[in-house]
């Protein structure tokens, strides 16, 4: 063994440990939340595959975007987007050199690759030609339209989600796809690097451009134009497939709207291992295929609720599916609507006294009206304001008026919206937020 | 239980020599000072003054004397939310300090300060102010909600719907219980202040609002019936309690009864013009629980300085 293979075997080990610690906690699970929070989005962070198709897809303008984090003093940021670019510099000059030192996927898949060698069975080849430079090219031709279809298949985004899973399962179908290749690769060594890995695709091409720029689209020419003609038609039917149906889901807060997250969400996962509520789960429902696998908000499974003083979620997407919010700007978004049930509700329905919605609203959204006729107005009655509900979901959580699920449902909204109210009255109350980071 | 009589700590004769020495103003009428809990004259301390901690030792100097009030005491604040000091949904945790720091001095050993919360405690109970005093003063701080051990089943013989409930077992065990709610506005009672505050004593508070929230709040008052009731209305939230943040008032009052009907009676004025707006106030009237006719009460104004 020569002294740099040594060294090589010993860094990726290093890589590959530090990654199945950040994706399933560790030994440690109590080490990961002393870690910062955007520690989270580390792994997902460094494919160059998901900055450089979402930067097309959601017309980024990353200069702009550096230079406002620095101003904002917002160094993690800032140094997030340093990474892709000695990323790229890096394949530019030595090609691959990422999938052979740091991949943690590709890590995997050598280690089970080592294993076929030593049981000298004939390798299958189930997999005969290159998938890749399609898969590539068709995810540049979606990203030109503006959705990003094929980047769930990104490595690093599948080896974030690994642990991820929700109630059902068929949520566990989205952590499998690297497991499933991993099995393959006991059959056809490394069969998901040299032929279906798009980001290794990506580097070999970077590569290649540097050194012999004409050959390398000769030489593509028919995968090029294979992918784009799959790619551009799929991401345009898919996104009018989008538009034509109203938000039925709860995204989380700064994803914008349905359209804008379930376009650019790469479901790494990492907003769902970042919620202290676990509010934010696997949407499992097949039917909604544009949502398919979805990070959605689930208030009804044991009553959760999108915490007051938490923007965590906010934190850590790598891609910018759901935008980065200061705790202040996260209290002030509607991402849902609440809704009585007003034959369910105990005030409404039995003429009883309860409240305890408006009780339990932290942004004062629920206002109290009396029966007119009542001479000491004893039965209050909850009203939401819709202009104030932010959709927290504490009413709900909240309710218990003896129907399943209490007499107040979420109600998804088209596009998520700034509240202008100073719902916070008392300047103190920030400087006093244990959260605010 | 502890409403223990309350010659036990504080003996007429104590409250004459101090009344004596000019704490109190000797308006008082000299019959049955402090026979049965509701008699005619019901003594509701109210103090003023702009110092919260001051405010406090003042009340204690004068409600308790040199007494202590046992070698354990159950403290029941609130800290239900996450708000700050400021924002007065919580009690303010200066007030909380000086009463520990006075109890402590006078022989008790133990202060514990059970709360179910409405929000996490591990979130609201640092944010309201008082976990950082409480164990200052190296007391313990009790989340009821992290086990259902803490409770006891109690039957609750006088009351109407609340026939039994589950309640924190510290409030049975310990020699004296102080209520040291916040006075603000409450959405579904119109206020929260004293009777209100054990909602955050009981487990199942749900079972409340499903059967006649204010007829529940005054069958606990006639169970639960502290030793004393300190009223924290150095300021007041006027609306969107019981959270807010809502529009607040100072009055910079601490109201102090042994009757916590008298105290929430006496409190409610700050809020309505009668006592009498607030239903479960009316049912504790009618149920003869305390004294809610602020005619019938000896009101003892004293401005601390």
């Known amino acids: 063994m020569t002294k740099l293979r040594v060294v090589r075997i010993v860094i990726r080990l290093w890589f590959f440990i530090a990654a199945v610690f950040l994706v399933l906690g560790g030994p440690l699970p109590q080490a990961m939340t002393q870690l910062p929070i955007w520690i989270r989005k580390i792994l997902p962070q460094f494919s160059l595959l998901a900055a450089f198709t979402e930067t097309i897809a959601q017309r980024l303008n990353p200069i702009a975007n550096f230079s406002e984090a620095l101003a904002q003093k917002r160094w993690a940021l800032a140094c997030y987007l340093i990474a892709p670019c000695v990323i790229a510099a890096l394949a530019i000059w030595k090609g691959r050199f990422f999938c052979r030192w740091v991949c943690p996927a590709g890590s995997a898949f050598s ?85 279906v890995c798009p980001l290794g695709y990506f580097f070999d091409l970077l590569k290649k451009i540097r050194t012999q720029p004409a050959a390398t689209f000769n030489s593509q020419r028919r995968q090029i134009i294979a992918g784009l003609a799959i790619g551009i038609p799929v991401a345009a039917v898919w996104k009018k497939f989008r538009q034509a149906k109203p938000a039925k889901a709860i995204m989380p807060p700064g994803s914008d709207s349905t359209e804008h997250f379930s376009s650019t969400c790469t479901r790494c996962y990492a907003c769902i291992a970042a919620c202290p509520s676990g509010i934010i789960k696997i949407n499992s429902s097949a039917t909604e295929l544009d949502r398919l696998f979805l990070p959605t908000l689930d208030y009804t499974a044991g009553a959760k609720v999108c915490a007051e003083f938490c923007n965590e979620c906010t934190k850590v997407c790598p891609v910018g599916a759901i935008r980065t919010l200061a705790l202040e700007q996260k209290q002030q978004l509607q991402i849902a609507q609440a809704k009585i049930r007003r034959k369910d509700c105990i005030a409404w329905g039995k003429n009883e006294v309860c409240a305890v919605c408006d009780e339990y609203c932290p942004y004062s959204a629920i206002h109290i009206e009396y029966a007119p006729d009542d001479e000491y107005h004893d039965i209050p009655l909850p009203v939401i304001d819709s202009e104030k509900c932010r959709g927290c979901g504490y009413c709900k959580k909240a309710c218990v008026a003896p129907v399943s699920g209490g007499a107040i449902d979420m109600l998804p909204v088209e596009k998520q919206k700034t509240i202008h109210d100073s719902y916070q009255r008392d300047k103190n109350h920030s400087s006093a937020e244990p959260m605010d980071g | 239980m502890a409403d223990k009589s309350f010659n036990e700590f504080f003996s007429r004769r104590d409250f004459l020599k101090l009344s004596a020495a000019g704490a109190i103003s000797l308006a008082l009428p000299g019959g049955e000072l402090f026979g049965a809990a509701a008699a005619d004259a019901t003594d509701v301390w109210v103090f003023h003054g702009m110092d919260n901690y001051k405010l406090m030792q003042k009340a204690m100097e004068t409600v308790f004397g040199k007494k202590s009030l046992g070698k354990n005491v159950a403290l029941k604040v609130n800290a239900a939310w996450e708000r700050t000091p400021a924002q007065g949904a919580n009690t303010d945790p200066v007030l909380v300090d000086a009463f520990l720091a006075g109890v402590l001095a006078a022989g008790t050993s133990h202060v514990v300060v059970p709360e179910n919360p409405c929000r996490p405690a591990k979130k609201a109970f640092p944010m309201s102010g008082i976990l950082p005093v409480v164990e200052k003063h190296k007391q313990k701080m009790i989340d009821l909600q992290s086990d259902s051990k803490y409770y006891k089943n109690v039957k609750l013989k006088d009351a109407d719907r609340l026939k039994q409930a589950k309640v924190a077992r510290y409030f049975m065990e310990a020699d004296a219980v102080v209520n040291m709610p916040v006075a603000k506005s409450h959405g579904s009672t119109k206020i929260s202040i004293a009777m209100k505050n054990w909602m955050g004593a009981v487990e199942d508070r749900g079972f409340w609002h499903k059967n006649d929230l204010y007829q529940c709040i005054a069958d606990f008052a006639t169970y639960l019936k502290p030793t004393w009731t ?33 105290a929430d009676a006496y409190a409610t004025t700050l809020f309505f013009d009668s006592p009498y707006s607030v239903k479960y106030i009316r049912l504790a009237k009618d149920m003869n629980i305390g004294q809610t006719d602020i005619k019938k009460m000896n009101v003892h104004k004293i401005e601390v300085a």
Do not use: E, Y
Not at chain 1, 133 to 138: E, G, Q
Not at chain 2, 243 to 248: A, D, E, H, K, M
């Open chain 1, 111 to 195: 280690l089970s690759a080592a294993l076929t060698k030593k049981t000298k069975t004939k390798p299958w080849r189930i997999i005969r030609k290159p998938v890749a430079p399609i898969l590539f090219w068709a995810l540049i031709g979606s990203a030109l339209v503006g959705v990003t279809l094929f980047l769930p298949l990104d490595p690093l985004s599948s080896f974030n989600r690994i642990a991820g899973r929700s109630a059902g399962w068929v949520t566990w179908i989205p952590g499998a796809v690297l497991p499933a290749f991993l099995l393959l690769g006991i059959l056809q060594p490394l069969a998901w690097c040299a032929w």
């Open chain 2, 230 to 262: 300190f009223i924290d209305a150095t300021r007041t939230m006027m609306s969107k309690g019981p959270q807010g943040p809502g529009p607040l008032k100072h009055p910079h009052l601490l109201i102090v009864s042994k009757d916590q009907v008298a």
